[in-house]
């Protein structure tokens, strides 16, 4: 059972920049679609950003020029950049894959203070 894991959120203020990684065992992000999702407080979770196993991206307007989703070959993940932060951003950050999602990882927390 492939596991997902997330990484490398915090607390950053407004204007501030994190990045975020997702693991999995195995080669899974080559032969899969992954998106990065948010769920702020007392919100649905939302998808923000897709890369396909080409290297094709695209992500949600509200963070388009803000946050890049790439992969990491050599470290085997799949990243997300994510600058000029606000606290609109906040939430806990998950990967999965697109198509065939996997059971949700812990997520990751992102807190921007204004």
């Known amino acids: 059972q492939v596991q997902l894991v997330e990484s490398g959120g915090g607390l950053v203020q407004t204007g501030g920049s994190l990045r975020l990684s997702c693991a999995a065992s195995?080669?899974?992000?080559?032969?899969?679609?992954m998106g990065w999702y948010r769920q702020a407080p007392g919100k649905e979770r939302e998808w923000v950003a897709t890369?396909?196993?080409?290297?094709?991206?695209m992500c949600r307007s509200s963070v388009k020029g803000r946050f890049t989703i790439s992969r990491d070959s050599a470290k085997d993940t799949v990243d997300l950049q994510m600058n000029r932060l606000t606290p609109e951003d906040t939430g806990i950050y998950y990967c999965?894959?697109?198509?065939?999602?996997?059971?949700w990882g812990r997520g990751t927390q992102v807190t921007v203070s204004s």
């Open positions: 999965n894959a697109v198509f065939e999602p996997l059971a």
């Open positions: 195995g080669a899974f992000f080559s032969d899969n679609a």
């Open positions: 890369i396909t196993p080409a290297g094709a991206t």
